[in-house]
């Protein structure tokens, strides 16, 4: 190949090198998860009369509603067993496919390593090119197999090939929004919050389209995700929406091949300012947060959004048990506040997984600054290796219980707001702080594997995932009972909390601290990376 | 005068890797001394080892009389170190940098901060991103000099940077040692070392093979010398200190011991120099000579 795209070849070489392990990983992951539940779905829903009943009593919660979406034909095993994937699962793959799409475009050329081979024979438009390469194939790879997958599992071939087809088309979307972030930030980490950014936007917004009456409202029509929940696998197979993911690359690939043209390397949309002279930072502490500060606020808004849309669905909860036998039954176990305290339990206790996560990332911020080198400057100085790692480990556990303490609010007053109970606030913000112990063991793991395993930082993503799945399909997979205490998450008290909650919530303390101070006697001990 | 860095028998291993093998070396109090070595030879890694970032595998290691492990931040106090590699934080500005190393260090010289920006013609106003590998160095010598340190560790402190911007830097290390401080500064440059050191010493292989006062290793270095001159002169191979003559036409080059300098060049000009070039000693000819091919570790240990 010659012109701007002379070395694609080799670039697209290069990156399945050095995701080698990843893609493969990737691919199989979502093809096995696939399989597990085709299978387990037809265990458990055996006829169409059980099937019916629990599609009836999905589309009936609100929660399940907003979080996942509708179940277009009650009587399909396919849409039924897969109603997580349709739009949850997507959005797992779509933030994959964004970090693949930015680690191989701004990602190389921030740290200059496109520089490096920029000065071989390479064309301007190669680096996107194979990027869009590789994210593409992959997943297309990741539909194609997860199909297969599927009808091997038992499902009905076209609806299989339908949902794969789905995830491919939706993939490829969000691969082309990254490209295009990936042309306007300096930082490959803006350009991944700005991707992820917009899928929670999307997902927020289908969300709001599944709960209108009758949905789906124009709200699912103008997100990708919502697209993918209108192709209805195995409910009415409608092949034509998957034409609209495929033109949103049609038209969002050349604006970014566009940009890219009319840019220097290495720059943004806007010309680097330049900054103050002097600095005001305090010491590590104040660099950690300087560092964070702008991620933390993205998730703060992220959750104090979702937070006022879930509270404020509080009010149709009621009316979303349609069946008065349900209804009675809720009384007769609580009155109508047992209905609104187990939907925002629910919703509590996804948030409380979610500040994991977040967490988690921010105590990666140890391991990434070592590898950058940063660390070396700053322990070259009169700074401890302890002072200096308590630094971004205090940034992510107060990070992780400002945002439940948000969430708590944010439900609360979305919910009191609708049901004119202001108890609501105090309750729902209880609720949320009691999460924190548990967030706090996942990002205290983090800070654990960094003193003792550092190049295996990347495990707690794969520990949390774990966990979720395990919280999620342990009963179905008959896990023993003792694996599935193992999850933290598992012992957090739900609404209502109260003092018996308290043993639960200080052994998980207990259990944080201990993580932490063993993170600290690794990290003491061990070299610095070179 | 005693001894800021004493390391005797240091052995560190990175997995199956022997980076340093039995290292034993010195720096007196107030001396500038070079640490010279080809890459990775292990300096490197001897710095991290005085700054307490890597453990090391046997031996004993002693900065400004502590253990430069367990007594990191009274130790740290009172050094200050520029990394090999400098890397800084992309969207932090170089002045932000400047001061947050200086803070962390426990102050630095506000007024002699200024004075080496406008030394090392350095914008404290850009982002990192934006720096050159150059001006990136300079931010990390200006962290580093404006601080009250007694003990300067510089690891290749000169890469990157230009002639002029050499020339400073070499300033501002005489203005220290003047003030009584220690420095010391690896390189791979023999003639960037010689320019500054009172003392250097010599890695190779994770083994200090040769220390001393720079005169006394001149006996190891010679000068590569080439002449066009008039007609020939006999008998140049014959002269004391000079070796590998070769002759083309009218031109000379020949490997000339400094004692054999003046001999030589008297033999050149009664034969009628009217050009003449000399390189000054390299690092690397003088391991090749003495210390055997590079990469034979066994070469370097007989």
């Not at chain 1, 009456?213 to 995700?225: N, Y």
């Not at chain 1, 104040?286 to 979702?306: D, E, K, S």
């Not at chain 1, 303390?509 to 070179?530: K, S």
């Not at chain 2, 720096?27 to 080892?49: C, D, I, Q």
Request: one cysteine or more; a neutral charge.
């Amino acid at each position: 190949m010659t012109g701007t795209l002379a070395g694609t070849g080799v670039l697209v070489r290069l990156a399945l090198r050095r995701d080698r392990w990843l893609l493969p990983l990737w691919i199989l992951g979502f093809a096995l998860i696939a399989y597990s539940t085709a299978a387990a779905g037809a265990e458990l829903y055996p006829d169409e009369p059980s099937r019916v009943a629990a599609a009836t009593a999905l589309n009936a919660t609100a929660s399940m509603v907003a979080l996942f979406g509708r179940i277009y034909d009650p009587a399909s095993l396919g849409a039924l067993s897969l109603i997580k994937y349709t739009a949850f699962m997507t959005a797992i793959l779509a933030v994959l496919m964004v970090i693949l799409t930015i680690r191989h475009t701004r990602g190389d050329e921030e740290s200059g390593r496109l520089e490096l081979l920029g000065g071989g024979r390479l064309g301007r438009d190669a680096p996107l090119v194979s990027a869009l390469a590789i994210s593409f194939s992959t997943s297309i790879l990741t539909g194609l197999l997860s199909a297969a997958a599927l009808s091997l599992g038992g499902l009905p071939g076209p609806g299989s090939l339908a949902f794969g087809l789905g995830w491919a088309a939706t993939g490829m979307a969000y691969s082309a929004v990254a490209a295009l972030a990936a042309q306007l930030t300096v930082s490959a980490r803006a350009a991944t919050g700005l991707s992820i950014g917009v899928i929670a936007v999307t997902y927020g917004m289908r969300a709001v389209g599944d709960l209108a009456e009758p949905g789906p409202s124009v709200w699912s029509w103008l997100s990708p995700i919502g697209w993918n929940q209108q192709v209805r696998a195995y409910a009415g197979d409608h092949w034509w929406v998957l034409s609209l993911p495929l033109a949103l690359c049609a038209v969002l690939v050349p604006v970014a091949f566009f940009l890219r043209a009319q840019r220097d390397l290495g720059a943004g949309l806007r010309d680097e300012r330049p900054g103050p002279a002097r600095g005001n930072l305090s010491g590590v502490l104040g660099l950690a947060v300087r560092l964070q500060y702008r991620v933390m606020l993205a998730w703060c808004v992220a959750f104090v959004l979702f937070g006022v849309v879930i509270g404020s669905l509080v009010g149709n909860v009621a009316d979303f048990l349609s069946s008065p036998g349900a209804q009675d039954l809720m009384r007769a176990l609580g009155g109508p506040r047992a209905l609104t305290d187990a939907f925002l339990a629910a919703e509590i206790s996804i948030m409380g997984v979610i500040a994991a996560a977040y967490g988690i990332s921010a105590a990666n911020h140890l391991r990434s600054e070592e590898t950058a080198g940063h660390t070396e400057a700053l322990l070259g100085t009169a700074t401890t290796r302890i002072r200096w790692a308590s630094s971004h480990y205090a940034v992510a556990l107060s990070g992780v219980a400002l945002l439940q303490l948000l969430t708590g609010l944010s439900i609360g007053i979305g919910a009191a707001s609708v049901v004119n109970d202001a108890e609501l606030v105090s309750r729902s913000t209880v609720a949320a702080l009691a999460q924190i112990p548990a967030a706090w063991v996942l990002t205290s793991a983090a800070l654990a594997v960094f003193g003792w395993m550092p190049r295996l930082t990347g495990a707690v993503w794969v520990l949390l995932l774990g966990l979720i799945a395990l919280g999620e399909f342990g009963v179905l997979w008959n896990a023993p009972e003792w694996l599935m205490d193992l999850s933290p998450f598992r012992h957090t008290p739900l609404l209502p909390v109260d003092a018996e909650g308290i043993p639960a919530l200080a052994a998980l303390t207990i259990a944080a601290a201990l993580l932490g101070a063993l993170g600290y006697a690794g990290w003491r001990r061990r070299d610095l990376a070179a | 005068m005693s001894n800021v860095v004493e390391m005797t028998g240091v052995v560190k291993r990175f997995g199956t890797v022997t980076a340093l093998d039995g290292l034993d070396f010195q720096v007196a109090a107030g001396e500038v001394h070079g640490f010279l070595g080809p890459n990775g030879a292990g300096k490197s890694t001897t710095l991290r080892l005085l700054l307490g970032m890597l453990r090391a595998t046997s031996g004993s290691a002693r900065v400004l009389g502590l253990d430069p492990w367990h007594d990191v931040a009274t130790l740290h106090r009172r050094l200050a170190y520029v990394p090999g590699d400098v890397a800084l934080w992309p969207n932090l500005t170089g002045g932000e940098v400047i001061d947050l190393l200086g803070r962390l260090q426990g102050g630095q010289d506000r007024a002699r901060r200024d004075r080496l920006l406008q030394t090392f013609d350095l914008d404290p106003t850009k982002k990192s991103r934006t720096y050159s590998k150059g001006n990136r160095q300079k931010v990390a010598l200006v962290a580093a000099l404006a601080t009250d340190a007694e003990l300067f560790l510089l690891d290749e402190p000169t890469s990157g940077l230009d002639p002029l911007m050499e020339d400073a830097f070499r300033g501002c290390v005489r203005e220290l040692r003047d003030q009584g401080r220690t420095i010391l500064l690896s390189s791979h440059i023999l003639s960037e070392a010689e320019a500054l050191s009172d003392r250097v010493s010599i890695i190779r292989a994770g083994r200090v093979v040769e220390s001393g006062p720079l005169a006394q290793l001149r006996h190891l270095t010679r000068t590569s010398v080439t002449a066009d001159v008039a007609r020939m002169p006999p008998g140049l191979d014959l002269l004391p200190g000079v070796h590998d003559v070769v002759v083309t036409n009218h031109r000379v080059s020949a490997q000339v011991d400094p004692a054999g300098l003046a001999p030589f060049l008297q033999a050149l000009t009664a034969a009628g120099l009217h050009a003449l070039t000399s390189q000054p000693p390299t690092l690397e000819d003088l391991f090749l000579r003495h210390y055997g091919p590079a990469g034979s570790l066994e070469a370097a240990r007989r």
